[in-house]
């Protein structure tokens, strides 16, 4: 038991350099310890400001490093899989940033070594259950006073992507939130996934096939599409019109404030992610903490890292093929429950 967590961060680019400084600014009962990067430069740039950080440019330097006590990783997701091993054989509290792993093989790997290890240390970093919007719709569902929930429409808009953004990606980086979200708001796992590849954008790089419709089905029958559009230039858009017997609910859609100046009126979109989601990421790694202080986690688990693996691997197999793929589980592990 320790009363503040020492936290690693691992891989100091879009994503962990925002959360670096949201654990500086912003979150109690933690600090930034020590941040690695293969390239040394931005764990450099990343640790400006904060007293007592050092920069690192290998993990297991960090992992090994006594003055850590915590890991977040922020690496590409095909990397996760060896630092996750690495931090969970030390014990040490994790918050991976999503998708978990990018195959649900990988992911299974993860699940079963925290199952070995005996309790939960792993949280991923599906941020959007902690979107109050999110939050809301969640509460709406299960108090079912608009009735039964029948379906769900995503729209999931980002404005450009970076380079070596593949067309796996779009599913495994992208869509990963909507099997998240989907999972989070039905309370049940997802049965099957298909992808149409409809008429194509010509903003998409070379590879990608840009927008892409995804079809998801959920035990009880609840369906759920999702248009993934990655390189929709006009900025970051994520929303979700849920519709049920009695009723239907939008979140998302659009920003305030909203103005009437010099002749026109309107709100604002997002530019990214960082934006959008701001207040969201502040709640998650808050949650994070002050769980891991207890020895616990937060929010979602490695189990739902896995399950979302696997309609991740269905999702990739359903865009070469055009068909409906089921999504196979292993038995979930009682630590889960
Ligand atoms: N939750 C969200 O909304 C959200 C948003 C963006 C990214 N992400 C996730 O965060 C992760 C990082 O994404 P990003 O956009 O910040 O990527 P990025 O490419 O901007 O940054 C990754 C960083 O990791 C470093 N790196 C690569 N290999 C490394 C290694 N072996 N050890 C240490 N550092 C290494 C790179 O040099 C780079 O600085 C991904 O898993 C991504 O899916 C999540
Ligand atoms: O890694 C990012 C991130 O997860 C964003 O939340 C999502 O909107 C993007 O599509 C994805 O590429």
């Given at each position: 038991m320790t009363d503040i967590l020492?936290?690693?961060?691992?891989?100091?680019?879009?994503?962990?350099?925002?959360?670096?400084q949201r654990?500086?600014?912003?979150?109690?009962?933690?600090?930034?310890?020590?941040?690695?990067?293969?390239?040394?430069?931005?764990?450099?740039?990343?640790?400006?400001?904060?007293?007592?950080?050092?920069?690192?440019?290998?993990?297991?330097?960090?992992?090994?490093?006594?003055?850590?006590?915590?890991?977040?990783?922020?690496?590409?997701?095909?990397?996760?899989?060896?630092?996750?091993?690495?931090a969970l054989a030390k014990d040490l509290p994790i918050l991976c940033e999503k998708p978990l792993t990018p195959d649900a093989a990988s992911a299974w790997k993860i699940v079963e070594a925290e199952k070995e290890?005996?309790?939960q240390r792993i949280q991923v970093g599906f941020m959007r259950r902690f979107d109050a919007e999110y939050a809301a719709l969640g509460a709406m569902i299960r108090s079912n006073e608009l009735g039964e929930l029948l379906m769900l429409h995503h729209q999931h808009?980002?404005?450009?992507?970076?380079?070596?953004?593949t067309n796996e990606m779009l599913i495994n980086d992208s869509v990963v939130h909507e099997f998240d979200a989907v999972r989070?708001?039905?309370?049940?796992?997802?049965?099957?996934?298909?992808?149409?590849?409809?008429?194509?954008?010509?903003?998409?790089p070379a590879g990608q096939h840009d927008p892409q419709h995804v079809l998801i089905e959920t035990e009880s029958g609840v369906l759920a599409d999702?248009?993934?559009?990655?390189?929709?230039?006009?900025?970051?858009?994520?929303?979700?019109?849920?519709?049920?017997?009695?009723?239907?609910?939008?979140?998302?859609?659009?920003?305030?404030?909203?103005?009437?100046?010099?002749?026109r009126w309107g709100g604002t979109?997002?530019?990214?992610?960082?934006?959008r989601f701001a207040a969201a990421?502040?709640?998650?790694?808050?949650?994070?903490?002050?769980?891991?202080?207890?020895?616990?986690?937060?929010?979602?688990?490695?189990?739902?890292?896995?399950?979302?693996?696997?309609?991740?691997?269905?999702?990739?197999?359903a865009q070469k093929n055009g068909q409906k793929v089921p999504v196979k589980l292993n038995p979930k592990p009682a630590i889960y429950n």
């Open positions: 020492r936290v690693a961060v691992i891989g100091a680019g879009r994503m962990g350099v925002d959360h670096i654990i500086h600014a912003r979150i109690q009962g933690a600090e930034v310890a020590a941040v690695v990067d293969v390239d040394l430069a931005r764990a450099q740039a990343a640790i400006e400001g904060i007293p007592g950080a050092v920069a690192l440019a290998d993990a297991e330097e960090a992992l090994n490093n006594g003055d850590v006590n915590a890991v977040l990783i922020a690496t590409p997701g095909f990397l996760h899989e060896e630092i996750l091993l690495k290890l005996g309790h808009r980002n404005p450009t992507t970076p380079p070596g953004f989070f708001f039905t309370g049940e796992e997802i049965t099957s996934v298909q992808v149409r590849l409809g008429k194509a954008t010509r903003n998409a999702v248009e993934i559009y990655v390189n929709a230039r006009f900025g970051y858009e994520v929303a979700t019109q849920a519709s049920f017997e009695d009723g239907i609910v939008n979140i998302g859609a659009d920003h305030g404030p909203y103005t009437r100046a010099n002749g979109v997002t530019p990214g992610f960082e934006e990421y502040d709640v998650e790694i808050q949650a994070w903490v002050n769980a891991a202080l207890r020895n616990g986690i937060g929010g979602p688990s490695a189990w739902d890292g896995y399950a979302t693996a696997a309609c991740c691997e269905a999702g990739v197999e």
